[in-house]
């Protein structure tokens, strides 16, 4: 505890007033990380050989983390207005500080655990602290702003500095109203400037994308449309998660946007190896082009739909200058978003502006209203986004005596089952060297095929490097069943854990690191 600063109140900082607490976060790297000012690696710094990894997961590990008591507001569909909260920052390094916003209706104290996630012997969590008992307050719903905005601007509980000794990795405060149990998390990540081999981005600009707090204010809420897709619209990260909206139904993982649902499984799969990985936002990436450079590995996860232009360009360069990417990812840079001030002037909020490819027949509500100038998804992916969009299949091998398929046994059209869903890429790009190791045609129900066709792409790098695309939003899920994991079902169902997956996974990993 002597690591950590914290304060405490009935949702105040006892004398500091919010814009003492404001200037404080404007500080050293946070004032760095909010001006959006790229951070090299310090000299120095070394690429660990997972030592870090291993080592944190030897640690005494456990299952409180998970959520045991939460539900939402029928009037609201989505928010747990008990107790729900947001952190200041998405990601923030060792020694920087964050805050943290809670609000609880009716009034209640809380407290807040704070938990790294990972595997520690299966129990996927380590408790880190206590912060509370805080008297809570039910604070103000924003106002709604133009293009939709809400904005909150409540007042922080706590204020906390990040102690030196927590390894880069995704966070979760779980919130637990003392006064009837309600619980709820709020979720961030520690980052660091180290080299690694792997490089995991965090899809968390997707995860806002779909967050309807408190009630149809999604980046797809125009007022008119519930599913809209055009522009005018746009959201804030200072706002809590709601309950997830779309596939399934999780309300234990309330306030952590859609990591638990498609992201933790490779975290937990890759610490359970001890891989030397380190964690990062989609805000580092738009921010950080040189943060890029420090891996042998970048690895985009599970639904990663929202890039801005300046994501797009910087992973281009980083794959220009040789490192490797792998989009076990679906749906992957999709739409184009620009980020804009929020009410302190940290780049907290963003709407949709664009479509990353071509005009295509197939329109969903408001698309018509983007210029569709922006690059195709392929150029960077190796396929694209096309209609219908969604839809699921199984992962049919092509190319068996490929590298990517060493030590799997599978054969040409041996397909690993419903693995492909809900969305996935198509339409390979034009790039030299570039090959369709996996494709199918999709469907929306076994036996009833929907027009599409997925394809999983690998194509060469300038410096021997390469870039690989397994075109799905489920891939994580053939590699592991963490605590609390909920397997999707829709279009198709995938079967979980499963060794060609799991050694399609490591033959990537290996190949980047070689």
Known sequence: MNH???????????????????????????????????????EGDRRDDGGLVRRENERPGTRDWLLEKTGVDPATRYRCPWIEGYCSRTSVRAGETMTIHVS???????????????????????????????????????????????????????QMTIPGEWLSGVYVGKLTAEREGWQSYVIFIVRDDRRADYLLQCSDTTWQAYNRWPNQFALYDDGQNVWY?????????????????????????????????WEFPLVYWMEQHGDDVTYISNLDTHADPQGLLRTRGFISVGHDEYYSIEMFRHL??????????AFLSGNTCCGRIEFQPDFRGALR?????????????????????LPHTSPSSGELVGARNLGPFTGGADWICRQPDHW????????????????????????????????????GPTQSAPGQPNGGHYTATIYPGPRGNFVFNASTCWWADGLSEPPGYVRPSVYTTPQGPDPRVQRITRNVLERMRS
Not at 118 to 144: K, M, V
């Open 4 to 42: 950590l600063r914290f304060s405490q109140s009935s949702c105040r900082v006892p004398g500091l007033s919010r814009r003492q607490l404001l200037a404080g976060l404007m500080g050293s790297g946070a004032a760095l990380w909010l001006s959006g000012r790229p951070v090299a690696c310090r």
């Open 104 to 158: 609880t209706n009716p009034v209640s104290r809380f407290h807040i655990d704070i938990y790294r996630l990972g595997y520690y012997g299966g129990a996927g969590g380590r408790h880190l602290l206590r912060l509370g008992p805080f008297e809570g307050s039910t604070q103000r719903d924003p106002e709604i702003g133009p293009r939709r905005l809400r904005d909150c601007q409540w007042e922080p509980c706590t």
């Open 229 to 261: 897709w055009g522009n005018q619209v746009a959201v804030s990260f200072n706002r809590p998660y709601g309950k997830y909206c779309q596939i399934l139904d999780a309300p234990l993982s309330t306030g952590s946007g859609e990591f638990f649902l």
């Open 316 to 325: 281009q360069q980083a794959i220009a200058a040789g490192v490797n990417v």
């Open 349 to 369: 909020t963003y709407e949709r502006v664009d479509f990353y490819g071509p005009r295509d027949p197939l329109a969903i509500a408001g698309m018509e209203t």
């Open 404 to 439: 990517l398929f060493e030590g799997t046994g599978m054969q040409a059209g041996e397909g690993i089952p419903g693995l492909v869903g809900w969305e996935w890429h198509g339409d390979p790009a034009d790039i030299p060297g570039l090959e369709v190791v996996a494709d």
